[in-house]
């Protein structure tokens, strides 16, 4: 039993069935997104003075990683029109570009979510605030060692970088300069994790998220190149359409970088 | 062009892919039937248990008692005064009623209205040879099983399934239950597999109902049924995500220590939390409700069409008014995304907004008006045949108008104010989806059942679970309006003992409208109710399962004598459903045709030579 | 691959090849337009305009901007057919819906803020 316009398209709509269907899909995700971006903006308007970060994030290695992705674009559009013109040799080193550049994606990303979880917030007794990095090597039970730190007055100065030329030092702090948890369980040393501030939460869920569908469109992209090139020979038209499903999440995948990338990062 | 017919017939598949991992959408939609009918009876027994601590608060559940305290433990079920084991605890009463809630709408009713009777009838109703997407149809099956599971696994885990409501508001949600993972993480992935399982079903119909109408079937000749699921395939597909971006939200909070609904400053039993804080538990609400409400359409939507569907076979007219109908149905639609805070008058959110959203729900309601109206005009003038699916589907009208006229003072903002959270909301909701969208439901059970196995199901035994189910239903939520105006609250496991007026003490006020007999008296006429409730249901599941064999065979493919196209095949349907791919010539309700030898003339039927006005033989 | 008995089907095959070398021209031409968007972004955030409110709006009046490259070219919206781009408007229209009526719920002049 064969579904009618799988591949050709039916006269009155002019489409084929996976074209709706991968747009009624990104409608859903449009709402997805829609939905955190709005809680994004919640948050940050609800925000107390002095709690919402500014410049945080790495802008140079978020703007690398929004190149790759424009990139990426370009090329998943160009294996197709590859393909079109039946070229499939092109359509394949295009397509791998995509997917090489799908991978340095997540690998710059895993970089900087490491960077958040290496980057401690500690409350001292005197009331100052000691931020930065840490160094795993040197520190131990009783004490914290930073590599690279500053210590500031409050955790509001903490929300600007560090001005243009102070230069962050290696710190240590014995544990026993460090505040003490109100709830008993422990000191007060937090990483830079979901859990540390409404900002870091919405950041990790947004780019989670993204992340995921970055891993399952590629894994889409790889199988449709990889294992399935196959079809290409049996039923080229089926193949094309694939391709350009598959071709629309990505892109869809980039749109919503574009405006994590300044959202997050820039604003 | 490979001939995939003739390869298909060379194999028949075996049990496990016929039955279980079919692409079928017949069989998914039987799959989604009977599961969605389990989860019903679930969900039902839940029910009796809550109903029972009310009206008998401290004592306890009879023979149950042992069984209960096997599966819940002995912090939620103790023994009463005199020894007895079974009593329910507050926190098990509130499990219970998070639960019931939760599986009656997301695990029983739309998996029936939307997944069972969409799947099985949409592809029939337009020609189809099944969903555009077959194996998509099977994985949303699956998700929807998955997600039950999850949800029935909740109950024995420690600290027991969710208690913080089907609508699961922060903070409570995260802060409620300190086991980790809790009942609360479970429902959350339990509801992303259901999300997602609604998520494609809803690509899918939506796709299946644009590309494979059959030859003919231009939109306004499609079947009121097939528009209704067609919507409310809309409404799943774009209000379903927030509510996960949510479930998300409220899953880091639970078990990645964030605080997305947290306030700053959250204090629980004494003790500050030791959060990042500057969260908003109102977000969560907004979010939930963004859902929330386009999902009560989302249950009374198919239940409207199959009840259309009915009245027009069973007056053998053409519905009154098709044309206002089909429009009022995407004016719900598209008026439903932008009602949602009527369920949050109560939050503090300024009188400018509270008026728009006061105002969108006034708007609502007319459209909803329309459907109803025409339905009961369809039956002016007409030779209504009162079958079984017809008793249900009369019924459904007055039944949905209660419902729907009740919530008007809801919709008000002033008048929301004294009755938000009481038991007069529950009787509002219940009257809709219960003696209206459940007895919908059952109308299409008995109308459609025919098509699947050639029998009917014993007509006698339909009457009196009609009329039992009719009257039981009624003696169940009609005393909630009351309970609810005399000031009886939600959720009160004790049933408003604490409350009862004459109970006042120097320390506890009584709310002076619970009199004995509102709290005493009604609650008990209630619980009894629905212990009658639940055995007129008897006469219904032996008959269901016994005429699958034993019925009055039809000798028919079309016993009512329909004219919609799923009537037009084989009984029951095959594999590709049509032998030949139907041409439709006509309007879905061509009953009572002037000049015409039989009282209705099928969709596919061919034009006949005469004479016509402008060319244009379909009437809308 | 299976021939179709289309006496044009070599005249169909040049133009469709000719107007996807076109198209690839215009992905070309939009790919570099993004790039550079992305580095007037990162430059204006930097950039002092007085209120962070300007930045904001630059930046994504900068997204918007690139989002509609992406979304007219790279998916083909701009000549799509009527049924996706309905869809599309209103799924929109939606998030829009929720994005301003949850703020504004939230955010009213006559909202009482408890002190805390």
Known sequence: MEIPYAVKPRPDTGLYNSKIGIWLFLASEVMLFGALFSSYILLRVNAEP???????????????????????????????????????????????????????????????????????????????????????AKTTQDLFVFEAAREVASHADLMEPPAAGVRLEELSIPMTDIKDRADGKGKEIENYGPWHSSYLAIYFVLTGLHALHVVGGAIVIFVIWGPLAKVWKQD????????EVSGLFWHFVDLVWIFLFPVLYLL | MQDASLAHDAHEPGFWRKYVFSTDHKVIGMQYGITALLFMFFGFCLMLLMRWQIANSGQAVPFLGKLLLKIHGPDMISA??????????????????????????????????????GNFVTPLQIGAPDMTFPRINMASYQFYFMGGIIMLASFFIPGGAAKAGWTSYSPLATVGDMHRPDGQTFWIIGMVCLINSSLLGAVNFITTIIQLRAKGLNWFRLPFFVWAQFVTAFLLLLAFPPLEAAGVLQLADNLLGTSFFLPTGLVVSGTAVHISGGGSPLLWQH???????????????????????????????PIWG??????????????????????????????????????????ISIPSVIILTSLFISLWGASIRFTVPMLFALA??????????????????????????????????????????????????????????????????????????????????????FQGMAGMSRRMYDGGLTYEAQQATATQAGIPGLSHFVVHDLNHFIFWAAICLGL??????????????HGKQTHSDNPWDATTLEWQTPTPPPHGNFTKAPEVFRGPYEYSLPGQARDFTPQNEPDQPEPLTHGNPVRS | MREHSN??????????????????????????????????TVWASYADFGSRKINIVVALAIATTKGSLVAGFFMHLISEKKMIYSVMACTVFFFAALMFLTLWSMHAPNIVHTPH
């Open chain 2, 80 to 117: 009463d005064k005199s020894g007895a084991l079974g009593v329910i605890s507050s926190d098990l009463y509130n499990s219970y009623g998070a639960m019931h809630g939760t599986i009656m709408v997301f695990l029983a009713i739309v998996p029936l209205a939307f997944g069972a009777f």
């Open chain 2, 322 to 363: 098709y044309r206002s109908m089909v429009y009022s149905a995407m004016g719900i639609g598209f008026l439903s995304f932008i009602v949602w805070a009527h369920h949050m008058y109560l939050t503090g959110m300024g009188t400018r907004i509270a008026t728009f959203f006061q105002t969108t729900t006034m708007m």
């Open chain 2, 536 to 549: 007129s249901q008897i006469p219904f599941i032996i008959n269901f399962f016994w005429s699958i064999d």
């Open chain 2, 396 to 481: 459904f009208l007055p039944m949905f108008g209660i419902g729907g006229l009740t919530g008007l003072p809801l919709g008000f903002n002033v008048s929301d104010i004294y009755l938000h959270d009481t038991y007069y909301v529950i009787a509002h909701f219940h009257y809709i989806v219960a003696p209206g969208t459940i007895f919908g439901l059952f109308a299409g059970i008995y109308y459609w059942f025919p098509k699947i196995t050639g029998r009917f199901m014993n007509d006698f035994w339909g009457r009196v679970h009609f009329g039992l189910s009719f009257i039981f239903m009624n003696c169940i939520f009609l005393p909630m309006f």
């Open chain 1, 50 to 136: 002095g709690t919402w970060p500014h410049h945080l994030l790495n802008v140079p290695l978020g703007a690398t990683n929004t190149i790759v992705l424009i990139l990426s674009s370009v090329t998943v559009v160009f294996s197709w029109a590859a393909l079109k013109m039946n070229q499939f040799h092109l359509y394949k080193i295009f397509q791998g570009i995509t997917l090489l550049c799908a991978l340095t994606f997540l690998g710059i990303k895993s970089f900087e979510y490491r960077d958040k979880f290496n980057h401690f917030e500690i409350q001292l007794k005197n009331g100052k605030v000691a931020d930065g990095h840490i160094n795993r």
């Open chain 1, 236 to 243: 080229p038209e089926r193949y094309v359409n694939r391709v």
């Open chain 3, 7 to 40: 006496p044009h089907a070599a005249a169909d095959a040049g133009h469709a090849v000719a107007e996807a070398k076109r198209h690839m021209v215009t992905y070309a031409i939009i790919g570099v337009a993004l790039m550079i968007g992305t580095a007037m």
């Open chain 2, 287 to 317: 979010l939930f409700w963004f859902l929330g409400h386009p999902e009560v359409y989302v249950l009374i939507l198919p239940a409207m069409g199959i009840v259309t569907e009915i009245i027009a076979n069973n007056t053998r007219k």
